[in-house]
């Protein structure tokens, strides 16, 4: 080829070649036009849906806590698993990929298997599952399949307190406080745009609110320590009678506030089980016949209308009264006793005759005063009313046994309610469990306090009715164990007859109680221990239930740091009359020998029983002031010359 051809050639190819590029480059430009100018708007949107998601994020439920702040139930985040199934591009991919998450995660394949074949770009696989089912789903490294941190309800106590915080389900809290307070506590879902990178890791493009997300702080009354001796000794008391349940409440009689309430048999709130009879809170859900307990109202009651003076002998029929076709029995011969006597030696006969003198109206109208057939709103859910018919539908032998407490039912948060009343000096405050709900933003949404139903009693009969109650824990008397070292103690026994619900009548299961204060001299609470069917020769709630509540009782003063009253009142020595000639030199025979009787005081002045206690050679230690309305040791007990007898004093009725 000629130089000239072979020139023209190159230029020809170069020139082609020139062309094509042009052309290429041409085509890149077109491409890159339409993609920048004409699909812009699609292709954003495509990758966007690519990378780019929204996920729901569970609200985070509220802190609750004791008195002292401590944590009773909080949150933590622990790990959830969702899926993409857009990420997939087969059912093969999906059914591989089930195949591995449900061997992971221990679940149904063919169930995650259709999760994995829905519509759209998220759903929940598994929600706040333990670390090792996250870490292996996390090494099999599934694109599409992701982990994020959930919120959990946790309860750090455990069993401790589990009846009244409750539980949570998946729809919200299920019973106790979590249930009560669930608007407040549990916060709101909050849904946020997510970004998903190269990698596959979710990050939030902007995170959520926490105040958003948070429920509301909720502080109770309880307090921790109090609360698990409580549980502590319920549970012993349970399990050395070998008793179905028990049930206990602590109250502060200055402001109404629960201090513990348990039950038994307790659950822990973290693993609640399926059993609804082991949530039943029974001290606020249970009514029952309340037996003895009730006789100390009725007692109450009687002096404040007038009806029964302090001094009044009753005959208590020496343990069987016939009534109509019905006969009433104590359990062990009662004769000639004054209200005090009926009390300790808890008479059935004479609080009968007691309830008569009160009449069928003023009878009902006194218990209902205590709170007695109402519900007392302490804020728990399912509080049963009780029962207490009305005096127009009472037979004469049904007002007979109301009067000793059976013919009606009571809840134990109403008859700790009512001997609350008589301890603070006879106002009964409306019990509270919650003391205070904030909002995350520091906003108090709720507050509880002190709150007077109504007056039951005045300060005098309130004062006269704890003297006796105090002679119930002294020697003779059915409530000694409840006694404290130290602390004077005023409380009931009371062992209860329980409807046998399949026969008719009463069976024979018991419900043994003490329901007190202390200190009697200056209360702080009121206390409630109850046995439900004990086993066993000793059923009787002075013997089952009054150690437990003196143990309670114990820890709760510690707890509360109260401490004994040491100082005691100081009796006038009073000289001794000069004896009459022909008695000089004489003594009883019982104090010939080191030994004395004690005398009866009842409805003496103050002088007249120092004189009379003198002539006894016994040391008077007096409460109060007035005529005497109790004493301790009893009449007729023998003593040690010299022994200290402690007199209670109230003043008489007016007009």
């Known amino acids: 080829m000629r130089g000239g051809d072979a020139n023209r050639w190159t230029r020809l190819r170069a020139a082609v070649l020139g062309a094509l590029i042009l052309s290429a480059f041409a085509g890149v ?35 609750i806590a004791d008195r002292r702040g401590e944590p009773l139930a909080l949150t933590q985040d622990v790990d959830s698993i969702f899926a993409d199934p857009s990420a997939f591009k087969s059912d093969a991919e999906r059914a591989a990929a089930a195949g591995k998450l449900g061997r992971a995660l221990r679940s149904d394949r063919r169930r995650t298997a259709k999760k994995l074949q829905r519509q759209g770009q998220f759903v929940w696989l598994k929600r706040r599952v333990e670390p090792a089912a996250a870490a292996r789903v996390r090494a099999l490294g599934i694109d599409g399949v992701e982990i994020v941190k959930e919120p959990k309800r946790f309860y750090p ?48 493009e902007r995170g959520p609110d926490p105040t958003q997300l948070t429920g509301a702080t909720v502080t109770l009354t309880l307090d921790g320590a109090i609360q698990l001796a409580t549980e502590r000794e319920l549970q012993k008391a349970v399990e050395e009678t070998r008793a179905a349940a028990g049930w206990a409440v602590v109250m502060d009689v200055r402001s109404g506030g629960i201090l513990a309430l348990a039950s038994s048999p307790s659950f822990d709130a973290n693993q609640p089980g399926r059993d609804p009879e082991v949530w039943r809170n029974r001290a606020v859900q249970d009514a029952l016949e309340p037996g003895s307990t009730i006789k100390s109202f009725v007692v109450a009651a009687a002096l404040e209308s007038g009806a029964l003076q302090p001094g009044t002998q009753l005959f208590c029929e020496n343990g069987s009264w016939r009534r109509g076709r019905k006969t009433i029995h104590d359990t062990h011969k009662v004769g000639w006793a004054t209200p005090a006597v009926v009390l300790r030696e808890s008479s059935n006969i004479c609080a009968a005759k007691i309830g008569e003198l009160l009449g069928k109206e003023r009878l009902v109208a006194g218990l209902r005063a205590f709170g007695f057939g109402e519900r007392t709103g302490v804020g728990l859910p ?25 013919g009606m039912s009571a809840t134990a948060i109403q008859s700790v309610a009512a001997m609350a009343a008589i301890a603070n000096g006879g106002t009964l ?20 306090g002190r709150a007077e139903v109504r007056r039951v009693l005045s300060p005098r009969t309130a004062r006269l009715v704890a003297g006796m109650l105090e ?90 740091d109260v401490h004994p009253q040491r100082v005691r009142e100081r009796a006038i020595a009073l000289p001794t009359p000069a004896a009459e000639p022909e008695a000089a030199g004489r003594r009883p025979k019982a104090a010939s020998a080191g030994r004395s009787i004690v005398p009866d005081l009842t409805g003496l002045a103050a002088r007249s029983a120092i004189r009379r206690l003198a002539e006894s050679e016994l040391e008077p230690e007096l409460r109060g002031s007035g005529l005497a309305v109790a004493q301790d040791p009893r009449a007729g007990a023998v003593v040690r010359r010299g022994a200290r007898v402690r007199v209670t004093l109230a003043p008489p009725e007016a007009g």
């Open 429 to 448: 405050l409306r019990p509270y469990l919650v003391e205070k709900v904030v909002a995350p933003d520091g906003r108090v949404l709720l507050t509880r």
């Open 29 to 63: 430009m077109a491409r890159a036009a339409q993609v920048q100018l004409f699909d812009r708007a699609r292709l954003s949107r495509k990758a966007r849906a690519q990378t780019r998601r929204e996920v729901e994020l569970a609200p985070r439920r509220g802190l």
């Open 382 to 406: 399912g509080e049963a009313r009780g029962s207490l018919r009305a005096a127009a539908v009472l037979k004469p032998i049904e007002a007979d046994t109301i009067s000793f407490g059976q």
């Open 471 to 560: 002679e119930v824990t002294r020697r003779g008397g059915s409530g000694t164990k409840a006694a404290i070292a130290d602390f004077r103690v005023a409380g009931k026994t009371g062992t209860a007859q329980k409807v046998d619900l399949v026969n008719g009548g009463y069976g024979a299961g018991r419900l043994a109680s003490f329901l007190g204060f202390v200190p009697a001299e200056a209360p702080r609470v009121a206390i409630l221990v109850s046995i439900d069917e004990p086993e066993g020769k000793r059923v009787f709630g002075g013997d089952v239930a009054a150690p437990a509540w003196a143990a309670i009782a114990a820890e709760t003063l510690r707890q509360l």
């Open 157 to 204: 106590q455990s069993e401790l307190a589990g009846h009244v915080l409750g539980f949570v389900g998946e729809e919200g809290g299920m019973e106790g406080v979590e249930r009560e307070l669930d608007a407040h506590l549990r916060g709101r879902p909050v849904t946020v745009a997510a970004v998903r990178d190269a990698r596959g890791a979710t990050a939030w």
